[in-house]
């Protein structure tokens, strides 16, 4: 069945993003990026496309763009590289694939797919999912291509500091998570979600956060909803973040809003789980929720005018 429905939400991260701490040319650079990857996301789902593929570009868009702490522009780990977590599920089989502490691949959230398509498994960590990526293909990026200056200044603030941080400006304490997630419902009734992310400055031991965990950082069921998270990983993991939304709507039949609601701002803020997320259902409704300052946020539908957005407000 085709429906003329669609709707599609992305994220690139949420916390502590102030108006008093941003100049107009960075924030004119945020919604550029932000609009640049939720039109290239539309366009497949105007085209009659796949949610899944429109999840997929959306986040390779925001990959490639250095603002963002994902793909280009991902934070150090202590020993000064980069390890990426990402996962992509689609809602119509429950099909999903993730990588995890995955170094030197332009695009992880291009090989969390390839890992759902071309495996027999869901999650890929550190060296076996570079072997599998080898197999597939794929090219490995040089450790140049992942530098900043700005996350290489994070993370020698984080060093001496002997802090392992979000991904913020830790001199003055600013909390932000530069994850970048998409969501989408096509014209076919199908749901998709996925998420990717540097993780946290100065992660030691092989780290990982909720966002190559499905359940946690993302999920996706044509039941009810698509979910993908940004936050401090290690809350949205025990509390099962995008899982948790999906239960609320299926066993209590609660709108998208309101599950959004209590998961994000009420049950992560008694446990002190700061961030947020996005979310679409099978009748295209989109939440983009948080309980941090901002989120930069972007959402558009067949019904719905496009928003990009950044503060609270
Ligand atoms: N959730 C991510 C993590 O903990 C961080 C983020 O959202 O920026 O790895």
């Known amino acids: 069945m085709v429906t003329q429905t669609y709707s599609i939400a992305i994220h690139g991260g949420a916390g502590t993003i102030l108006r008093s701490a941003m100049t107009l040319e960075k924030e004119m650079a945020y919604k550029t990026a932000l609009t640049e990857a939720i039109k290239a996301g539309e366009l497949i789902l105007k085209q009659n496309g796949s949610a899944l593929d429109a999840v997929e570009v959306a986040i390779t868009s925001l990959e490639n763009n250095p603002l963002f702490n994902a793909g280009k522009g991902a934070v150090f780990t202590h020993d000064e590289t980069h390890e990426m977590d990402a996962s992509i599920m689609r809602g119509d089989n429950l099909m999903a694939g993730a990588v995890a502490g995955i170094k030197n691949i332009k695009n992880p959230i291009q090989l969390s797919r390839k890992v759902m398509e071309n495996s027999e498994h869901v999650m890929l960590c550190a060296d076996g999912a570079a072997a599998f990526a080898k197999k597939m293909g794929f090219e490995f990026t040089p450790d140049s291509y992942f530098f900043t200056e700005q996350r290489h200044q994070q993370w020698q603030s984080a060093v001496l500091e002997d802090k392992i941080a979000l991904d913020h400006n830790i001199k003055t304490d600013e909390k932000k998570f530069g994850t970048v997630g998409a969501v989408a419902l096509d014209m076919h009734g199908n749901l998709a979600a996925g998420t990717s992310t540097g993780g946290m400055t100065n992660k030691k031991f092989g780290r990982v956060g909720d966002s190559p965990i499905i359940g946690a950082g993302t999920y996706a ?44 701002k009420e049950k992560l803020v008694k446990i002190g789980g700061e961030g947020g997320l996005i979310a679409v259902d099978k009748a295209g409704n989109i939440s983009l929720c948080f309980n941090s300052d901002g989120m930069y946020r972007a959402s558009v539908g067949a019904q719905q005018d496009l928003l990009v957005a950044i503060y609270g407000d």
Not at 232 to 256: N, P, R, T, W
């Open 221 to 264: 069921n044509n039941l009810q909803c698509a979910v993908s998270c940004t936050g401090h990983g290690e809350f949205f993991i025990k509390a099962v973040v995008a899982y948790d939304v999906f239960c609320l709507m299926e066993y209590k039949q609660l709108s998208l809003e309101e599950a959004c609601r209590i998961v994000v």
